[in-house]
Each structure stands twice: as structure tokens, then as C-alpha cells.
């Protein structure tokens, strides 16, 4: 989704399209830190054989380390997954997208990929920042697994997200209701 916004900013510019489309923002277990641990579970869980396990891990190590002492030595920030965090916290991610544009967290305590508390934390500093936030906590489903657990819950989310961004084009300014 970074990737798309910076492609149609960088071929029509950045000046707002809002207006044009209703949209709104779910983020499924996600985003995280993307510290070298989280980056290690998401890549290795689906790994079952040792041998690749081991030559994939040898592989996520050395380009950690490479960005991170890139990153000291020129001051840069080159840590991707971070990164990714913080432009996700752009409340123009997409062109089309604004400060008012509702966001949906959905996420889990279960998930062993994406640690609860990271999305929470990305949740609260949009919602500090002045965006209109909406956090689903699941309790028993696994990574991106919330539909398949709890199938009922998880589309009355998506449903209360998207009655909000209707409505905002509708210039009704409905809130969020936590």
C-alpha cells in the first residue's frame, strides 16, 4: 500500500484527491515494529524443514545487520518494516486518503507474528494524532485468522467502518463508537 501511494504521488503529485472516493483503512495484524524477531517468526513459520530454516535465518540476520550498520553509518533510516510503521502513520498513505478517513485495526493476543501490543501502539499514536481509530481485539485467532474464528464480530467491524466513511462523504461527520 506504501508502494502504491508513492507511485501515484510520484506520477500525478500529492495534492488531495479526497472527495472522489470513500474510502477507509483496515489494517489486519498489522503493522508492527518489524524488530529482527518479528521479522525472523514471520519468516520462519512457515518453514518446517531445518536445513532451509537455518540458510533463511543466515540470510534475514546478515541483511538486519547490513541495514542497521547502514543505517548508523549514514543516519539514515534503511530499516524497512520500520520504515513501512511510520508511513503507515500518514494519514495521506493513499492520495485519496485524509487525517478523517476511519481506520480499523483488527488484531489478535493469539497472534505469535504480530504482537498485540504493537498494533496498539500504532492505533493509540494515529488516534492521538487526530485520526478516527476503531481497535478490534480478538482473543483466540492466529495471525490474520480473525474472519475465519470469529466471522460475525469481524464484519460488523468492517460494516461500523465503512457506515463511518459514508457518512463522512455524506458530510455527516459520524465518529467512530469505541
Known amino acids: 500500500m506504501t508502494l502504491l501511494g508513492h507511485m501515484l504521488r510520484e506520477k500525478y503529485g500529492s495534492s488531495p484527491v479526497q472527495g472522489l472516493f470513500t474510502s477507509a ?23 518446517r524443514n531445518p536445513v532451509v530454516r537455518l540458510i533463511v535465518l543466515i540470510f534475514l540476520y546478515t541483511k538486519h545487520f547490513i541495514g542497521l550498520g547502514l543505517s548508523l553509518l549514514f543516519g539514515k533510516r534503511i530499516m524497512i518494516m520500520e520504515n513501512l510503521r511510520i508511513e ?4 495521506r498513505v493513499l492520495t485519496w486518503m485524509s487525517l ?21 501502539s500504532h492505533a493509540e499514536t494515529a488516534r492521538e494524532r ?13 495471525h490474520v485468522a480473525h474472519v475465519r474464528v470469529e466471522p460475525e464480530r469481524y464484519w460488523s467491524s468492517v460494516q461500523q467502518v465503512w457506515t463511518v466513511a459514508i457518512s463522512k462523504e455524506k458530510g455527516e461527520d459520524q465518529r467512530i463508537k469505541n
Open 130 to 142: 487526530g485520526m478516527d481509530v476503531l481497535c478490534e481485539l480478538f482473543e483466540e485467532s492466529e
Open 88 to 91: 503507515m502513520s500518514n494519514p
Open 25 to 47: 483503512l483496515i489494517l489486519d495484524s498489522c503493522p508492527a515494529v518489524g524488530n529482527l524477531n518479528t521479522i525472523k517468526l514471520a519468516f520462519t513459520a512457515v518453514v
Open 100 to 120: 478523517h478517513t476511519p481506520r480499523l485495526y483488527l488484531f489478535s493476543r493469539k497472534d505469535k507474528l504480530i504482537p498485540w501490543q504493537e498494533v496498539t
